[in-house]
Structures are given as structure tokens and as C-alpha cells.
């Protein structure tokens, strides 16, 4: 069922005369859990900052649930998006009051805040640090009060730059775990940039290819995967090898 949640249309992205992007046609569905790979370059954290709606491209149009997005509708459609990316960049303050801002920017009554913040400090295992001061956690901690921080918006779109690749290897793998479990349960599209084809394959449902600013391939991951085109099979060959 084609049930689009952004739609990005000949989108363009220079700097420099260099072309950082260029998409003539995308679709993210919703309910859609999407993997981005590519070689460093290829243009993925500019696609992800695209769709999110944190930089704006030079040229095209994109819609969200079938609404153009406008310069005067940008702001109310990024309330609709959270992001997480790989530098947690929390606040100098509690763990607590990092998590309840989200909340507190869209000024929601003080109960409201306070049930939802232990709810998902208890989602991420992590209602003991609430109290703590988010500069004295480890980095696993860090990386769980940014998700949650992420979630209790109830965001309609996730979008997640590499947050587990500072993770030691038990670490991150709980983490997923976890972070899969949510975004299942609360059906919560997702876009997933990594370097980890194991990450991809255990968190995606559908992965795009991105070389040179492009899209060269698109389509369930496992697909993808075992049947690269042309295009992409040099890119997937080398990490099949190095998994080898």
C-alpha cells in the first residue's frame, strides 16, 4: 500500500558547485523503517537532514502526508519529527529535566511531563539516573536519554544519525534491541543512518544505497542486499567481504 509520508521531488543540494544531492524522486512511507548506507560522502546525513526538514535543499519540493512544505509550515511539520544523532548533545542538567524538555517547549501541564518522563526513563531503563547530571554519563546512558528525549514527543518520524557507533559492542546490541522493540510498538517511522551492515540488517525493513549524491538503489533490505544492482554491488561487495 502506497501510503507516503515525505516526498521529496527533484531535490537538489550544492556547495561549493559540488553536487552534495540530488533526488528526483523519493517516498518514505509510513510505518517504514529505513536504512541509509553508502560510502563517507555519498551524501546520506544530507538526505537525512532533508527529510527532517533541518536544512532546506536549493531546489525541489517536499511534502509532507501529501502537504507542501512551506517556509510558514516547516516549523509545525519539525514538532512532528525528532532526531538523534550520533553526539547525544544533551543539556547541562539533569537527565529528568533533559528528557521532560521536548515537553516543555510544547508547554504541556507539569503532570503530563512528569508521567511521561518516568514513562520513558522506564522504557530505556533508565529511571535510576533521573536525578543525574547528563554530563557525568557514560556513553551508552547518554545515547538512552537521547532517545527518550526523541520519543516522548511521540514524534510521527524518527530519524537516527549512526547514534551507536561510539558504543562498545554490548552496549550498542542492547541498545538495538531495545530501540527496536519501541519503534515496533509504537509503529513509529524511522529513518536509520549507519556503517553497520549488521545494524542495518537487524533494524530495517527497506535500505537505500546513496553514491555520489544519488539514490542508486531502493527496496526491502534483505533484497538489496542479496541482489545489488549494477550500481550499488561494488559498495555491498566490499562490506560482504570484509564480514567474510
Known amino acids: 500500500m502506497n501510503n507516503p509520508l515525505i516526498t521529496l ?5 550544492k556547495a561549493r558547485d559540488k553536487r552534495i544531492l540530488s533526488i528526483p524522486s523519493f517516498e518514505l512511507q509510513k510505518g517504514e523503517i529505513l536504512g541509509l548506507m553508502g560510502p563517507n560522502g555519498a551524501g546520506k ?3 537525512l537532514k532533508t527529510l ?4 532546506p535543499p536549493q531546489a525541489g519540493t517536499i511534502k509532507f502526508q501529501g502537504e507542501l512544505v512551506s517556509d ?4 509545525a511539520v519539525r514538532r512532528r519529527i525528532a532526531v538523534a544523532l550520533q553526539q547525544s548533545l544533551l543539556l547541562d542538567t539533569s537527565v529528568y529535566q533533559n528528557v521532560a524538555m521536548g515537553l516543555k517547549i510544547r508547554n504541556k501541564p507539569r503532570k503530563e511531563i512528569k508521567t511521561q518522563v518516568h514513562y ?3 522504557i530505556f531503563k533508565i529511571s535510576h539516573l533521573a536525578k543525574k547530571h547528563a554530563y557525568h554519563l557514560s556513553g551508552g546512558e547518554a545515547q538512552r536519554v537521547n532517545l527518550a528525549r526523541a520519543m516522548i514527543i511521540q514524534p510521527e518520524v524518527l530519524f537516527l544519525d549512526e547514534p551507536f557507533s561510539a558504543l562498545d559492542f554490548p552496549t550498542k546490541v542492547q541498545l538495538l534491541k531495545d530501540i527496536k522493540s519501541v519503534v515496533e510498538e509504537t509503529n513509529t517511522t524511522t529513518v536509520f543512518i549507519s556503517h553497520d551492515l549488521m545494524e542495518i540488517k537487524y533494524f ?3 535500505l537505500a544505497i546513496l553514491i555520489g549524491g544519488e539514490i542508486k538503489q531502493h527496496g526491502p533490505t534483505e533484497e538489496v542486499l542479496s541482489f545489488p544492482n549494477s550500481a550499488s554491488s561494488t559498495f555491498i561487495g566490499e562490506w560482504n567481504h570484509l564480514l567474510s
Open 52 to 55: 527532517a526538514l533541518l536544512e
Open 9 to 13: 521531488e527533484n531535490i537538489d543540494v
Open 120 to 122: 520513558w526513563l522506564d
Open 72 to 75: 510558514r509550515s516547516s516549523l
Open 45 to 47: 546525513s544530507t538526505l
Open 204 to 206: 530495517t525493513n527497506t
